[in-house]
């Protein structure tokens, strides 16, 4: 195979694994709005809550205020009395009235300071509240334009890779094509690597010297058995020397493949 194939999948290589990562970036780019956006959304729920406590409590402080009054006129009421009773049993009976509206008018008025101070707090933290959510929406805003920015400079990096992309598959098989693409995916945007010393470096398994042999012909692009990664042969002098073993190896089994079937017939006469 020529060399200009192993060349183009390096150069494929870069492009894709870049690609890839470009397309990561501009999923990620949203969930920094959307963390956000989350949290504006809490902040929103969280005064809603409050702001509802604190209307039902200036609604109880209203409802207090008017029995606190009702218990007032009622003990003026039974104070107004004492003048005109004229028997113990009265005067006892009027007494409790005035004693029972007292007791309730000073309940009334320690219930009604605790709503007030409740009501006071719930309006402060409202308040604080309120800055908050501003300050939030502001960043939810100023998330919204720099994500507008990213994605509009990523989709011009994405456009140009694909791009370059297209300037290089031209020659190359669908299939290889395909298969290259999922292992740039799988293998951290590692997909050709180079074979040394008989080892891939891809995943540093040793591999068979006959499959080694054929990576170095180079007529077939070859997958690693173990990784899964395309092989290119990469010489050096060391390599040299153990491929030429490799090559004389491979040439003395075929020797000695042929002297036996040579011999077989001569031993099969002998028999005769």
């Given amino acids: 195979m020529a060399r ?16 890839f990562e470009v397309e990561k970036e501009i999923q990620e780019i949203p969930k920094s709005l959307a963390t956000k956006t989350e949290l504006l959304n809490r902040l929103k729920k969280s005064y809603m809550d409050k702001s509802g406590t604190h209307q039902a409590t200036a609604t109880r402080i209203e409802d207090i205020g008017q029995k606190l009054v009702d218990a007032e006129q009622e003990r003026e009421k039974s104070e107004g009395q004492m003048d005109i009773i004229k028997t113990q049993r009265e005067y006892e009976a009027l007494d409790k009235e005035i004693k029972d509206a007292t007791e ?78 999922r292992i740039i995916k799988s293998k951290s945007g590692i997909g050709i690597v180079p074979l040394t010393k008989g080892v891939c470096t891809g995943c540093y398994m040793i591999l068979p010297p006959h499959f080694v042999n054929t990576v170095r012909r180079g007529e077939h692009v070859e997958f690693c058995p173990y990784c899964s990664r395309i092989l290119f042969y990469q010489e050096d002098e060391e390599d040299e020397a153990l491929e030429t073993a490799i090559v004389d190896e491979e040439a003395e089994e075929e020797d000695e493949e042929e002297e036996e079937e040579e011999e077989a017939p001569e031993d099969e006469e002998e028999e005769i």
């Fill in 4 to 19: 200009t194939v192993y060349d183009k999948l390096r150069a494929l290589q870069d492009v894709l694994s870049r690609k």
């Fill in 104 to 181: 309730k008018e000073q309940s009334l008025r320690k219930e009604l300071q605790r709503e007030q101070t409740s009501v006071e707090e719930l309006k402060n933290v409202l308040e604080k509240e309120e800055l908050m959510i501003g300050k939030q929406e502001e960043d939810v805003k100023e998330e919204q334009s720099k994500i507008k920015v990213k994605i509009k400079e990523k989709n011009a990096e994405l456009k140009k890779l694909q791009g370059e992309e297209k300037k290089i598959t031209p020659g190359l098989e669908e299939d290889i094509l395909f298969k290259f693409e």
